[in-house]
């Protein structure tokens, strides 16, 4: 059961030109998201995050977006630049309580190529 | 700061066997996950460690265990390697409420 679908497996854009991601969840009882990066050879890092009592959270060049009624988050990096390259995954913590941030139900991840 | 470590990078064993795979938390860090990765997948979580004790686990059967030692360091164990068993697996490490996890580089285990 793929609770957190990402139903691209790659994204392909031009350096400077808008990123979006798409991620849909299925468990209506997640109430928070994070966006994870990895590029080869390397664990995945932290990039973003939003609360379900949100529906936008920014950091720099990242955004994040959460529909709740449609069950949909979207990540845009604006602009796009090749060190972007890397595999995104979304994720949702299992549960609640302050360890629930570590047991992570991810998403299959969005290959991202950013053209120079 | 040193970062979370894992141990080896690679290894390869054949079905039946069993490994050892460790992990070393980032300082200040007294929880520990553990996920496996398989090819053009997500990360899929295993079980979690905190304060010694299995704190979670996901959907993987009791041949899949591990331990975490008071240093806050950690190993994961997998008796009876089956071929689906090969992966990358990665430990990620962090403070209780903490919601950023910090993972290491993880162990590509690959049975044949």
């Known amino acids: 059961d793929q609770q957190v679908k990402q139903n691209s497996p790659s994204l392909s854009v031009q350096e400077g030109r808008i990123s979006i991601l798409n991620c849909d969840y299925t468990?209506?009882?997640?109430?928070?998201f994070l966006w994870y990066k990895k590029y080869p050879a390397e664990g995945p890092t932290f990039l973003i995050s939003?609360?379900?009592?949100?529906d936008k959270n920014e950091d720099g060049r990242f955004t994040v977006f959460l529909n709740k009624s449609a069950k949909h988050l979207s990540l845009h990096i604006v602009p796009s630049q090749p060190g972007d390259s890397a595999v995104y995954f979304c994720?949702?913590?299992?549960?609640?309580?302050?360890?629930?941030?570590?047991?992570?139900?991810f998403g299959q991840g969005t290959i991202l190529t950013v053209h120079p | 700061e040193t970062g979370v470590t894992q141990s080896p990078t690679h290894l390869i064993k054949t079905r039946g066997q069993q490994v050892t795979l460790r992990c070393s938390s980032q300082?200040?860090?007294?929880?520990v996950s553990w996920y496996q990765q398989a090819l053009g997948q997500g990360p899929q979580f295993i079980f979690q460690?905190?304060?010694?004790?299995?704190?979670g686990r996901g959907n993987f059967p009791p041949r899949f265990s591990g331990l975490q030692f008071p240093n806050y360091s950690s190993e994961l164990n997998v008796n009876a390697l089956e071929l689906d068993d090969s992966a990358l697996y990665l430990c990620?490490?962090?403070?209780?409420?903490?919601?950023?996890?910090?993972f290491g580089p993880g162990t590509r285990l690959l049975v044949l």
């Open positions: 990620a490490s962090s403070a209780v409420g903490g919601e950023t996890q910090y």
């Open positions: 468990n209506s009882m997640f109430d928070y």
């Open positions: 939003i609360s379900s009592i949100k």
């Open positions: 994720a949702a913590p299992k549960g609640a309580g302050g360890t629930s941030y570590g047991k992570l139900t």
């Open positions: 300082s200040g860090h007294n929880t």
């Open positions: 460690y905190y304060r010694e004790e299995e704190n």
